[in-house]
């Protein structure tokens, strides 16, 4: 296994988060049957998902670019989001949870060597709030505009940890996590800060990342371009909030056609968060 890690071409699939109501527990049992056919092509190094971006292709409040968002009340998501975590580690696809141990050795095993861009911390396994691990708080976090960079957050269960939030993108991120918590980042060489001391500046047109409007990105009316990956969908997605829970998407769109991508546009305000998942945004109503 190469070091720093390298993870696997993981392709989208839904997030009964961020998904209408009613549709939660339907779309718990697509995540997992995905999943389970999934780990064949997997072990050949093939994108097996691609084909999930099909039931993506719309332009309806359907679809996420994330892998999984386990709700406490619902079982099956959270054991997708484990299957998730060890899919792209490629540690098999067991749901159960995670002991203290095998998060270390799997630290040990694919993260000990992992280098990070500048002063950033490296990609890997942290424990958040413990010695040798992170503080609570907000994180940015780097990735490509091309190859799909990961997140995953676990939340303690007895004295096991399971996953309550796993997410795939492309340009970068953003995740709060508080003590207790585990914080797991698969991102090549470009690590994570605190969002205090992350200085990347962004200019138009805007590509592919979560934005914070009015400090990253000005408020206004933006039209939409298709990014660069066709093996995947476009879209984007304005938050209220950090919180990926409830109802904190108030807007989005997604589609795996390049041109009815081209003809969206959306308006954002200060205090929201705008995601670009293979997306261009580019300030003005009119192209």
């Known amino acids: 296994m190469p070091s720093p890690f390298q993870p696997y071409q993981y392709t989208a699939i839904p997030n009964p988060e961020k998904q209408p109501k009613g549709s939660k527990g ?15 092509l997997f072990a050949t190094g093939i994108a097996g998902c691609a084909t999930i971006a099909a039931v993506l292709d719309s332009d309806s409040s359907t679809g996420t670019n994330a892998i999984s968002s386990a709700s406490s ?15 792209v580690l490629g540690e098999g696809s067991s749901i159960d949870n ?3 141990s095998e998060l270390k050795e ?37 990735g490509s505009d091309t190859q799909l960079s990961y997140y995953f957050v676990l939340t303690k269960s007895g004295n ?12 970068h991120n953003l995740i709060t996590v508080e003590d207790s918590e585990v914080l797991i980042v698969i991102n090549g060489t ?21 934005f914070r409007v009015g400090t990253d990105i000005p408020a206004g009316t933006y039209r939409l371009k298709a990014g660069k990956d066709s093996s995947t969908y476009y879209a984007y997605y304005v938050m209220k909030d950090l919180s990926y829970g409830g109802d ?5 769109k997604q589609t795996s056609d390049a041109g009815t991508f081209a003809t969206y546009t959306v308006t954002l305000h200060e205090g ?4 670009l998942f293979n997306a261009t945004a580019t300030k003005g109503s009119q192209a």
């Open 26 to 40: 339907i779309l718990a049992a697509i995540i997992v049957l995905v999943v389970v056919a999934c780990l064949g």
């Open 73 to 87: 009340d619902d079982e099956e998501s959270e054991g997708a989001g484990n299957a998730n975590l060890r899919t």
């Open 98 to 100: 995670f002991t203290k």
């Open 106 to 142: 799997l630290q040990e095993k694919y993260f000990a060597n992992a280098k990070a861009t500048g002063n950033n911390t490296p990609q890997g396994i942290y424990f958040v709030g413990s010695k040798g691990g992170i503080d609570a708080g907000t994180y940015w976090m780097g």
């Open 160 to 171: 096991t940890y399971k996953c309550k939030l796993n997410n795939n993108y492309y340009g």
């Open 190 to 210: 470009e690590g994570f800060c605190d969002i205090s001391k992350m200085t990347d500046k962004f200019s138009d047109p805007y590509t592919n990342g979560v």
């Open 248 to 252: 904190y998407i108030t807007e989005q």
């Open 272 to 275: 929201e968060y705008l995601e």
